[in-house]
């Protein structure tokens, strides 16, 4: 599987990303600098996480102007596989490839730890490698990550299979607590129509490594290559 | 050239030079020097650029080492960590203008310190922050911590450098000078590492990153001197961070280093051009010439008094070797920054600066560093604090006291704060926050080498206060102790002193006291200083702070799969505790939150005793004997237990003897050089303490949902939690 990792003046999980992809798929993904007019030929694009441009204007907004995004936005019409991490989500909420925006927290503080998600809908080149309700537990940490769309989004979402995440307890169950930035019926992470694109605010590739405490991302990339190959 | 018609020794005296410092001034330059210079002058002879007041006693600290690669002088300390690796590490105060400016002056004091790590060469892994605000009750302090968390958070999380540890403390000596104190770690290739002494006479010394503005000017010298009451009118001398350009930064100087360019490399830090442009020429023995119409700068109209001056962040002056300009100016386009050639290096020894087509200042390099003021300051030694006899004291529930400790602003959990910290980002963070050390891989992830380095400040203010020898020991004492609980090779430390105002002897008195319990205790644990900042008049009308030379401590772990932590782990593990329990209760935490007194003196620093059985505990860990370790400081025995019990979900059942000892003596004494150890194999631990003549003893035993004290009741460990947690995020809640 040939990745290609999209970086942003800003970015700055590009290497957890890069490490976590190394580790499931034995080579290091190319790397891409957001000034460059097109993407090489890939079989999955990923945004990563950080602070593209400082996000001193709105998350992601400036970003989502960076001369790569056209190319982008193309790749993501024809299907190309997309993953979008934390800045990543945003990212493609401001380019219009997903719907919906990140608002800030709702203790509008920057929150880092580990948080429990449940998988929605594991029929997904991204989400193959979990069972269907399956509980995970990954770290989050984002200072915007409170999503919201109007209500008809959100129905057709729901409706569509096309939410991939929602924050739960440990038991997998939904509470006020679980959902600790206030998202909107507590989504974590959504689709494209298509399924092939994927943006989510918490980072399945800090929990890719048993020293680091926790190994439930892995099944996302392996799930990944597998689909992908 | 003539000198300023109105400079004055009145004029000079308001930037902070007094009248025989200003006279040296006229003396170097032979005339009076115009403003330019003498702003330049009282910036580089400030203590806080000179270190004026502490120098010859800093001096006396051990700084050497097998591994030590650089110590201090430069921007960072340098150890060698072995398979060609180095870590580069410095802590430093950003107390003056973050209790002015809150946010601000807290992240550019992240931001600074990050820039003295990777001018180095390394980039910077980690960073860790020891936060001192006053009374919990005092009207401002509430704002002042809110302000310094997302401050800290707002630069670090978007650099994209973990913060992954630290300290937080409360006490009423701070209300009017509040410490931020934040340390960076960096890693570097050890024969890869880049140093600040000018060379070459004709290289060209180039500008780069951001633009130059009027914030922050004289901030140095603010940070020299003692707040009055309108504080709050020095506002404009702090400056403002600006992280998305620090991060653009980071990356383009790592980039240009992986070539041969660089000659010389120093950030602009406090006084800015000023301080990077002669500590440049001072340290290569040269002079330097700069043409100030082509900095970069962000305003119209600024004099060359202000852009000598300017604290403006995210700053760097470097010098290229011949023929490399081109390359460079390529790699900072690419990543957005300013880069400009803005002079040379001069065999003249001069500092020239040009402006305007006129010389704007011009004086000799080397006076300027090296007859910079040195004071040995008048000092005197506080009397010693009569003890405490436990057995004058109350008996008390001791479960209700431990309730009432582990709710404490002191010991109650920090959670609140470094969840607003990412301290995942760069995905190292083996250990988080929380614990008695970090612990960041710093072998490249998927390797088959699992190396880390354990990460941890501390500091005792209240023992300093009462006895700033054995304050000073014992805080190195502490953050060896706490490296080792890791399971770490304690390698060096950095320090940040910060103390009220050294003209004042008792306080001078404070500093060389900390200064020489710190000596004993490096050379005692070969454990040398690598790198470190003073920060000096930390008094507000006359108020001074309590003594906090505060360690940043790094050790190493060959294999991270084998560090420890303090969670209990499993039902049937025995307790050990480890170390010799006399019950010393004065000058301690149960003292202070439970008797509401502050007196006696500090416990004893036995460091033989201290190195034997950190040794004994280090070996056991690498051997696999250990599941979970925890140094006792704060708050004794029990503390240390119930913080065990809460990090792993665990109860257990403690029976303590205390023998001759008042109950509450042996279970919140602060004696030194104590840990307590789980082990599923208690019988080769106590072994091997007994072949090394270390105290140690099975005290209990790792189950249920409970902390039961027998004889004394139980409490489960939900509700030890729930007190411990409750405090922090309860008290910002407050409106």
Sequence with gaps: ?229 | MTGGSNVTPALAAELGLTGEEFERAVAILGRTPNLTELGIFSAMWSEHCSYKSSKIWLKTLPTTGPRVICGPGENAGVVDIGDGDAVVFKIESHNHPSFIEPYQGAATGVGGILRDVFTMGARPIAILDSLRFGSPDHPRTRHLVSGVVSGIGGYGNCVGVPTVGGECEFHPSYDGNILVNAMCVGLARADRIFYSAAAGPGNLVIYVGAKTGRDGIHGATMASAEFSADAGAKRPTVQVGDPFTEKLLIEACLELMEGDAIVAIQDMGAAGLTSSSVEMAGKGGLGIELDLDRVPVRETGMSAYEIMLSESQERMLMILRPGSERDARRIFEKWELDFAVIGRVTETGRLVLRMNGEIAAEIPVAPLVTAAPLYERPWRRRAPEPEVDPASLPERDPLDCLRRLLASATLASKRWIWEQYDHLVMGNTVRRPGADAAVVRVSAPGNTIFKALALATDCTPRYCRADPVRGGAQAVAESWRNLTAAGAEPLALTDNMNFGNPERPEIMGEFVGAIEGMREACVALAYPVVSGNVSLYNETNGSAILPTPVIGGVGLIVDARGAVDLALKHDGDALILIGETCGHLGCTLYLREIEGSEAGPPPMVDLTAERRNGDLVRAEIRAGHITACHDLSDGGLLAAIAEMAIAGGRGLVLDPFSGALPRNAFLFGEDQARYVVETAVPDAVLGAARAAGVPARVIGVVGGGALTLTGAGAISVDALKAANEAWLPGYMAQA
């Excluded at chain 1, 890069?18 to 999955?44: K, M, Q, Y």
């Excluded at chain 1, 997309?82 to 503080?109: D, K």
């Excluded at chain 1, 449940?118 to 509980?135: D, H, K, L, S």
């Design chain 1, 1 to 229: 599987m040939k990745a290609v990792v999209v970086i942003f003046p800003g970015s700055n999980r590009e290497r957890d990303l890069c490490a976590a992809l190394a580790r499931v798929t034995g080579h290091e993904p190319v790397r891409v600098w957001h000034r460059d007019a097109s993407l090489p030929e890939a079989d999955l694009i990923v945004l990563p996480g950080g602070f593209a441009y400082g996000d001193y204007l709105r998350c992601g907004a400036m970003a989502a102007h960076s001369p790569i995004m056209h190319d982008v936005r193309r790749r993501a019409a024809d299907g190309v596989p997309m993953l979008g991490i934390c800045n990543g989500f945003q990212i493609l909420t401001e380019a219009g490839i997903l719907p919906g925006a990140l608002l800030p927290n709702r203790s509008l503080r920057f929150t880092c730890r580990d948080i429990h998600l449940r998988v929605e809908n594991n029929q997904t080149i991204f989400t193959c490698g979990y069972e269907a309700g399956q509980t995970i537990r990954v770290p989050v940490a984002h200072h915007d990550g409170n999503y919201t769309a109007d209500p008809d989004t959100l129905d057709r979402l729901e409706d569509g299979g096309l939410v991939a995440f929602r924050y739960c307890g440990p038991d997998g169950g939904l509470s006020e607590a679980a959902n600790f930035n206030g998202s909107a019926r507590a989504i974590a992470g959504i689709f494209n129509d298509t399924r092939t694109v994927l943006g989510l605010m918490p980072h399945p590739e800090n929990a890719t490594d048993p020293l680091l405490g926790s190994t439930d991302g892995r099944a996302l990339f392996a799930g990944l290559v597998g689909a992908l190959q």
